[in-house]
Structures are given as structure tokens and as C-alpha cells.
């Protein structure tokens, strides 16, 4: 279709608000509008007046919204006139399809329990509740959902202190690779040169450390992530482990490894992992059935989870994180309670419940025609089996973020027992604090101001680029932290 605008900057943002409502839509600002259109006309003087005008087969639907222009910096101007154009955006469209299941209605791109504690410390509550409800169409159970994690949040990001961050530890390799995969993330074969690799990763970490050391920072959790992690060699996990704790103060910090999948772990990693003070393990089934396991391409089965999860427990591990999947392909709520309840049966102290998110980097989304998707209402139903499942287990929601393209503009949601809450999770995902990342693919971030500003400096994802450029990636990284 056609966006017609004269507000170009924001084009990504009016995308993501179309496709709401037409997930596949290609659209341009160029050609005809034979296909249909969007035409989205912003003016501004003591208010911001947005005009949407859709027009598509069935007809013509328009909207007009109209949000008060209080004046402010550029990036307050900013941010106002995209809320104004995204509403009226949504509310056009929204006339046209009517049934579409919008929970979380015109936000997107930002985390809604971020939204939600900005405009409290902004607005006040009553008002922050006004806005969510009204002028982003967020629907009530969602505002409770958000506002119950920012409750339980609070505390934590209350806690960071300035000159504390999280250590994020990449390794971007894979047994075998999932159907919904996105992630650069690479199989490990014979002919995959580890050993350069971790010598770039080791490398990372000694000089990454040391700014950290130069600039008087203190790291306050560690993740290790993927790809999956224990992928690695019980050698390769011991000297990686070894390195970080030479290299950071590991010592009563909490340090999760995503142990990810069954099939790569074993009872010797774990072993070094509870020698090297990893407190927290992910152990992720993403579903209990067998066949759905084959049909996503993980190369194991559900008893090889079970018994994973017993050699976790016998190790003596007290913290540990299941992610399960909702919407996978061939499953419908029979077979996701199936699921909950092996999960349940298990308990471990966290839960993480994920929508499946169709990313175009996946082979999924590439033959999607040959999946069995369930219907979005299902996976919605889905959704809430895994809060009440969560619920049954003493556990509360604690973090939450949205994917692009998750089946019915649902959410993430990570639940944790009491006492058990992932601190890198929330840091991480709330924009707590900084996050110094090592490994190809990671994302350093240095987080200003109590998160009013973020700046970035990637690592490249391509392995022998990260590998040849670890000098110069790491002289960005310390210019980032000389700002
Ligand atoms: S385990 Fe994670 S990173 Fe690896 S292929 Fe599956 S989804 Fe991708």
C-alpha cells in the first residue's frame, strides 16, 4: 500500500502501526495507489492535529486526533508528534477492521512498562492510567498487567547506582538451528574455528574489563547468552568462565547462563559453571511435545529436558529459568497446557512464557504457507494459560517486552517465585543501566540520565569481522564511555 505524508522522518513507525492490522502489508511512499493507502497529515501550532485517512477496497475510514503541544526540547517536539500520527494512524485503521485483537493497541516500539513508569513520574498516576487506557487504546487487562511489573520492578531500577552495569557474554553458536530463528547465530560444525573465536571473546573481555576498571564501573549481574552457550566444550566453558572471573568481580553477583538446550548440556559443564559461581541456569524447552520439538528442529526430545533439568537440580542449582512458547506450529491450547503442566511439575523458579514472534530472518516466515499456525485468538488463550499457570506456582510477572511480528501483538512475559527475580533481565530490558556486551552480535548500550538517553556500539555480527575488529570496537566502546 501507499503512505502518503508529510511527516517522511517517521515512516518506520507508521509502518509498524499499519501492520497492526495488515502483518504482510509492503509499503512504500512511491506509486500508485491501486493497492490501497494511507494518507497521514500532521499540523502543528497550540496542538498537534493528526488526520488519517485509509482507504482500501471496503472504503473510507479517517480519524483525527488532537493532542495539546505543550513545547519542550526537539526530542519532546519529536516524540509528541509521532504519539499524535501513530493514534490517528491507529484509530483510522482500526474503523476498518473493527474485530482485529489489538491488545496492546497503538504502542509499539517501546516497552509498555516503560511508557507506563515515565508517564507516573511525569504525569501522575491517575493520568498515566488515562493516557495508557485512552490515548493508546491499551486494553484494562493490559494496563494491570504493566502496572503490576512496574511495581515489582521498581525497586530494582530504584537500586542501580550510576556507576554500576550488567556484563552481557555472547556466544553465537548453535547445535542445530530453529525453525522461528532470527538470531545470527551459527551452527557449530567440525570445521568451526572455536578456538579463534573465544581468543577474540577472551580478548573482548580483558580489554572490555579493564575501561570498565579505568572508568571506576562495577558490574552488578552477568549473562551469558546466544546462541547457547554450552554449546562450548566443558575446556572451552571452564577457560571462558575462568577469564570472566579474572577479569570482573564475579564474587555474590548474580551470573545466569542460558544453559538453552538439553542436548548440549552435561554433567561436567554444570559442574564448572557452580565452580565458576553461576547462580542462575536457563534450561528452555520452548515446548513439552515431541513433535513439535522435531517439527522446530531441536535436536532432542521432552524426557531429554526432564532429565536435564534433574542433573540442574542434583548440581545444586536453586535458580532456574524455563522459556516456553506460545503459537508454536501444530500446537493448539491442549497441547500448550501440556506443556504448562510439565512445566508446573518440574518448578523451577522462573518461567518465561514467549509469543511466537514470525521474524523475517527466519526459515518459518520463509515457507510459512507450509505451517499450521494456530489463529490468534488461540494463542491469546494461550497467553493466559501461561499467567494462571505462572499464578498457580506462587510466581508474579516481573519483566515483560514486544517483538516485532508476535502473533496477535501479544508479550513476552517473564514470572518469577519470590525472591527469584533475574536483576540482568530487568536492568537489561527497562533501560536500568548500561550494559557492557562481549561476544560477536552483542549490543552495547551506556544508558544516561535514568534512561532518558541511549547510545549504542555494536559488535559486528559476522564472526571474522568481530574477530578482526575487536581493537576498534572496543576503542568505540571506551569513547562511549568517556561521553
Ligand atoms: S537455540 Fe536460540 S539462537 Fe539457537 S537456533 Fe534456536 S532460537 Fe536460534
Known amino acids: 500500500m501507499k503512505l502518503i505524508t508529510n511527516r517522511p522522518e517517521f515512516y518506520n513507525d507508521i509502518c509498524e502501526e499499519i501492520r497492526l492490522f495488515l502483518p504482510r502489508a509492503e509499503i512504500t511512499m512511491e506509486g500508485g495507489e491501486e493497492d490501497g493507502s494511507l494518507s497521514l497529515m500532521l499540523s502543528t501550532g497550540e496542538y498537534f492535529d493528526a488526520s488519517a485517512v485509509y482507504r482500501c477496497d471496503e472504503g473510507e475510514y479517517s480519524y483525527t486526533h488532537r493532542t495539546p503541544y505543550r513545547g519542550g526540547s526537539e526530542v519532546i517536539e519529536r ?65 494491570l498487567l504493566a502496572e503490576r511489573i512496574d511495581r515489582i520492578q521498581r525497586p530494582v531500577i530504584e537500586s542501580a547506582r550510576p556507576d554500576e552495569f550488567g556484563v552481557y557474554i555472547g556466544v553465537p553458536f548453535c ?18 574455528d572455536m578456538a579463534a573465536y573465544l581468543e577474540a571473546l577472551h580478548r573482548d573481555i580483558e580489554l572490555g574489563s579493564a575501561m570498565a576498571e579505568a572508568h571506576g564501573l562495577k558490574a552488578r549481574s552477568f549473562y551469558m547468552g546466544g546462541g547457547t552457550p554450552t554449546i562450548l566444550t566443558e575446556r572451552e566453558l571452564d577457560e571462558l568462565l575462568d577469564k ?52 522446530v528442529g531441536r535436536d532432542h526430545t521432552s524426557a531429554d529436558i526432564e532429565a536435564c533439568y534433574e542433573l540442574v537440580r542434583r548440581i545444586g542449582f536453586d535458580s532456574v529459568n524455563m522459556d516456553l512458547i506460545a503459537g508454536l506450529p501444530g500446537e493448539d491450547e491442549t497441547a500448550f497446557g501440556a506443556s504448562l503442566r510439565a512445566a508446573e511439575a518440574l518448578s523451577p523458579e522462573c518461567l518465561t ?40 506456582m506462587g510466581m508474579e510477572p516481573y519483566y515483560m517486552y514486544r517483538q ?80
Open 79 to 143: 516524540r509528541y508528534a509521532k504519539r499524535c500520527m501513530k493514534a490517528a494512524c491507529f484509530r483510522a485503521m482500526r474503523k476498518a477492521f473493527p474485530k482485529k485483537l489489538i491488545p496492546w493497541g497503538s504502542l509499539t516500539g517501546i516497552r509498555p512498562t516503560r511508557l507506563l513508569r515515565e508517564l507516573i513520574s511525569t504525569e501522575g498516576y491517575e493520568e498515566a492510567k488515562r493516557l495508557m487506557l485512552e490515548e493508546f487504546d491499551v486494553s484494562y487487562d493490559k494496563f
Open 175 to 192: 547445535r542445530t538451528r530453529c525453525l522461528y530463528c532470527s538470531f545470527a547465530s551459527q551452527i557449530r560444525t567440525k570445521k568451526t
Open 244 to 295: 570472566i572471573c579474572a577479569c570482573y568481580d564475579t564474587r555474590g553477583r548474580e551470573f545466569t547462563v542460558e544453559a538453552g538446550r538439553p542436548d548440549t548440556i552435561t554433567e561436567e559443564k554444570l559442574r564448572v559453571m557452580k565452580a565458576h559461581g553461576v547462580s542462575r541456569v536457563s534450561v528452555n524447552p520452548q515446548t513439552f511435545c515431541d513433535r513439535t520439538l522435531r517439527l
Open 353 to 392: 512464557v514467549h509469543t511466537l514472534a514470525i521474524k523475517r530472518a527466519s526459515r518459518l516466515h520463509e515457507h510459512l504457507d507450509e505451517y499450521d499456525l494456530p489463529s490468534v485468538e488461540s494463542v491469546e488463550r494461550m497467553v493466559d494459560m501461561g499467567h494462571e499457570t505462572a499464578e498457580r
Open 404 to 483: 516485532k511480528y508476535m502473533a496477535g501483538n501479544l508479550e513476552n512475559v517473564g514470572y518469577s517465585k519470590s525472591g527469584s527475580i533475574c536483576i540482568y533481565n530487568i536492568d537489561m530490558m527497562e533501560d536500568g543501566m548500561s550494559i557492557l556486551a562481549h561476544g560477536a552480535g552483542a549490543m552495547t548500550k551506556r544508558v544516561f540520565e535514568g534512561g532518558g538517553r541511549i547510545e549504542r556500539v555494536p559488535n559486528p555480527k559476522d564472526i571474522d569481522t568481530y574477530i578482526r575488529k575487536i581493537e576498534q570496537t572496543n576503542a568505540e566502546r571506551e569513547e562511549l564511555f568517556s561521553l
